[in-house]
């Protein structure tokens, strides 16, 4: 038996020694079961969840090799079901692809094994108790968050305008020597407490948020710590409209407003609000750092807001439905700041709507000032697609190159050339006919009955399973194939000209990210005119992998007209002085 490791640890708390004990383990099984461990198959995810199956590197890589053809090996060895999978729905489909595949799962710690008949029932009851395990901690560690809160203690990070002090029992020890912590403090950190009097000061005079933001930005006032989404550290309106409504600087702690749930068609965990019942509100007067007049003046013009403009709450032009209609939008990327270029103005007695950079007109961290109406912007866009990309001879060669491409690839997969690919196959079996041979002569000799049994059925098997592909292996038509390549790859281009001509802007919308990844928006000056220049890179043939443009670039060759891959250069003219906001 040719046997796998695979190994895990969940928390970063945890140490890479964890996943030296696992493989130890998994040895010292395979070695007492007479098993052949193979080295270079061996996969491990450190400081992984099993709650989900995203970013289980390791396990995928395992999977994609277990369909390898010929396997590479018969058996996983996994030291506990919790290593798998902590998901009763992941655990049993994982297992059940490898058994397809002819791999077999075994178990260290439960002494389970995929290839026993009783082994679903089994791993269906461990797999709910690994499952029970984790909602069990969770709701442990809400309880004892919920503790910390009535105590008037942080049970979350870090927050602006104060720091965690640990409170820490001499009497016990924790890991590595450590006092054990009973719960953590927030104290006062005075200078950012300063900077959030400030900004409800100048919030309640009237000033905007956009308007702070680039008031604390031109004074280089350091900025909470961005989230992990946004790489620029600064000001910004959605961090001030947060901090605006932090009840914790009146000295009110506001705790279980949402929860964390894992999404189960892509396995990530987003935010969800509770309801306001659910809510949790302790007083906690140390905390306060605002004072009751400078709260309720901010309160009186969010209110002022809500009445007069009720559009804003919804986040302005950026949330509205009409918004997500917008040809281009999430497209269109800033070269100075490299921001999505957003709607930042409109709506006045003309109606222009305008594209400008979220980080100039919201924070004035970017020096790029210049805006562009939509309607201007996504016309010449549409022709400049028609214009220099989708012209006939550009579709000729792309049809050309990508039947080129498909007749190599064919030929590298070994469907140009039947009779070598036939004669692989012939070998394989006679090497399989080899072993049968050998093994029955061993059991003639009287060796390990039941093992060799086992192996001579598998090898018969197979050798079965060769023939049949033998027997019905044929030469592959490449004319009628590629044929069928060019009339695909032509539909492909006519569907997104039809596209970009029809009135769904939704679909039209949808279309388009398909092919453009981003087009990069640069402010120019020509003839005196200031005008964006655009360039992206427009891939016809989306659905082909790499795509039949990013081989002309790799293999560096020159179509009769410029490449596909080269930059889609527009100039987009603005309006007139008065727009350059």
């Known amino acids: 038996m040719r046997c796998a490791i695979y190994a895990r640890y969940g928390s970063d708390m945890q140490r890479d020694s964890s996943i030296e004990d696992q493989i130890r383990k998994c040895r010292e099984y395979a070695v007492g079961k007479g098993w052949t461990i193979q080295e270079k198959h061996i996969h491990c995810d450190r400081a992984i969840s099993a709650g989900s199956m995203i970013g289980r590197d390791g396990l995928q890589k395992l999977i994609a090799e277990a369909k390898q053809k010929p396997r590479p090996f018969d058996c996983i060895v996994v030291d506990d079901t919790s290593r798998l999978a902590r998901n009763l729905e992941d655990s049993l489909r994982t297992v059940k692809l490898l058994d397809f595949n002819g791999v077999k799962v075994s178990f260290v710690s439960q002494r389970l094994d995929s290839g026993d008949k009783s082994s679903r029932p089994m791993l269906t009851m461990y797999g709910m108790m690994d499952e029970q395990f984790i909602q069990g901690l969770a709701d442990k560690v809400h309880r004892g968050q ?9 049970a979350g990070g870090r927050c602006y305008g104060y720091r965690n002090r640990p409170i820490e029992d001499p009497t016990r020890m ?8 009973l719960g953590v403090e927030l104290e006062i950190e005075e200078s950012e407490a300063a900077v959030i009097r400030r900004i409800f000061d100048m919030y309640a005079s009237g000033a905007g948020l956009a308007q702070i933001a680039k008031i604390l930005n031109a004074e280089r006032v350091l900025a909470p710590q961005p989230s992990s989404a946004r790489a620029m550290r600064a000001w910004c309106v959605s961090s001030l409209h947060e901090l ?13 407003r ?14 969800k609000a509770r309801p306001e019942s659910d809510w949790i509100r302790k007083e906690v007067p140390a905390w306060r750092i605002v004072t009751e007049e400078q709260w309720a003046g901010v309160e009186e013009r969010l209110q002022f807001i809500r009445e007069k403009l009720p559009h804003t709450v919804l986040g302005g032009l950026n949330r509205t439905a009409q918004s997500r209609t917008y040809l281009f939008s999430g497209l269109l990327v800033c070269s100075e700041c490299n921001s999505r270029m957003v709607i930042v103005s ?5 109606g222009y709507i305008k594209y400008g950079c979220p980080a100039h007109r919201y924070k004035g961290v970017c020096g790029n000032r210049l805006t562009i109406r939509r309607d201007r912007l996504e016309t010449q866009l549409l022709n400049a697609l028609e214009t220099r990309i989708l012209r006939p001879d550009m579709t000729a060669y792309l049809m050309s190159r990508f039947e080129q491409q498909l007749r190599a690839k ?16 012939e070998r394989q079996r006679e090497e399989l006919r080899t072993q049968a041979k050998r093994i ?23 050798i079965a399973t060769l023939s049949r592909k033998i027997e019905a292996y044929k030469p592959l038509d490449l004319t009628v194939t590629t044929e069928n390549a060019r009339r695909f790859a032509f539909e492909n281009v006519l569907s997104l000209r039809a596209m970009l001509r029809s009135e769904d802007i939704p679909a039209a919308r949808t279309t388009l990210q398909r092919h453009i990844e981003k087009l990069v928006l640069t402010p120019i000056t020509k003839e005196g005119q200031s005008m964006f220049e ?18 002309v670039a790799r293999d560096g060759l020159e179509p009769p007209t410029p490449a596909f891959s080269g930059p889609l250069s527009s100039t987009v003219k603005s309006l007139a002085n008065k727009d350059l906001t």
Do not use: C, F
């Not at 605006?244 to 279980?256: A, I, K, L």
């Not at 002569?441 to 098997?461: M, Q, V």
């Open 146 to 154: 919920e503790g910390q809160v009535l105590k008037g203690l942080q």
């Open 346 to 350: 409109g709506g006045g007695k003309r």
């Open 410 to 425: 064919l030929t590298e997969m070994g469907h140009g050339d039947y009779a070598s690919g036939r004669v692989a196959m």
């Open 258 to 271: 949402t929860e964390k749930r894992r999404n189960p068609e892509t396995g990530r965990k987003i935010s």
């Open 244 to 256: 605006v409504r932090n009840e914790r600087y009146r000295g009110v702690y506001v705790w279980n």
């Open 174 to 181: 924790a890991k590595y020597g450590r006092p054990a912590v």
């Open 534 to 551: 655009v360039t992206g890179t427009v891939n016809l043939m989306p659905t082909t992998g790499k795509g039949v443009m990013e081989l």
């Open 440 to 462: 029955s002569a061993a059991i003639g000799h009287g060796g390990n009955l039941e093992s060799l049994l086992d192996h001579l059925t598998g090898l018969e098997s197979e």
